[in-house]
Each structure stands twice: as C-alpha cells, then as structure tokens.
C-alpha cells in the first residue's frame, strides 16, 4: 500500500518561497512509469494540477505556474519537493501530492490528505 504524507512549515509571508514535502511510503519514487504529481484546491474552488515528476526525475510545469514552481525529488528518503516562489493570497489552498502513470492531470491511484497553506503577513 503506497502512503503519501505532504508536510510544511506553517504560514508563509507574501512574496516568500513556499516549501513543502511528500513523502513516500510503500514504493519507491523511481519506480517505472509513476509520476508524482503536487495539486492545490484554493478556497472554494475546483483543483488545479500544478506539476509532476517523473520516475527518471523529469518535470513537468503547470503553464501558468511554471515561472514559480519548481518540483524535485531526494532518491535516498523517497520525498518529493514542491517550491513556490513569490506567494500571494490566491496562492492559500490545500495542497496534495499524488501518483498516476501519466504525468497528466487525471488517472490518480494515490493521494495524500493534504496540507493547508496559508499566506499572511
């Protein structure tokens, strides 16, 4: 059974870089041919796909998130990192990591239970 866990710091500032972790357990992040996928879901709205990386360490950005986000990956303690930089207020969502095959936005068999971020001053 795989097992995600997204962990942070707290509350971040505005214009700050967010930081936050998954990790794995139950399977390794380099297995062929899963993706780890972070997805954020703001307040009152829908979710959005915000990146992916893949088994060999490739990444894959969110168009309208690419100049800000940056995903990678430590091999040897199985997480995966999702760095956002220059927060706002319509950056507050919880936020889930999860696998699919694809490195798209559909077909998850795994997320995490999410962590709240919040931006304040």
């Known amino acids: 059974q795989v097992q995600l866990q997204e962990s942070g710091p707290g509350p971040v500032k505005p214009s700050q870089t967010l930081s936050l972790t998954c990790a794995v357990s139950g399977g390794s992040i380099t297995t062929s041919y899963y993706y780890w996928t972070w997805i954020r879901q703001p307040p009152g709205k829908g979710l959005e796909w915000m990146g992916a990386i893949g088994y060999s360490g490739n990444t894959f950005y969110s168009p309208s998130l690419t100049s800000r986000t940056s995903i990678s990956r430590d091999t040897f303690k199985n997480q995966i990192t999702l760095q956002l930089s220059s927060v706002t207020p319509e950056d507050i969502a919880v936020y889930y990591c999860?696998?699919?095959?694809?490195?798209?936005?559909?077909?998850?068999?795994?997320w995490g239970q999410g962590t709240q971020v919040t931006v304040s001053s």
């Open positions: 999860a696998r699919n095959q694809n490195g798209l936005a559909e077909g998850f068999d795994y």
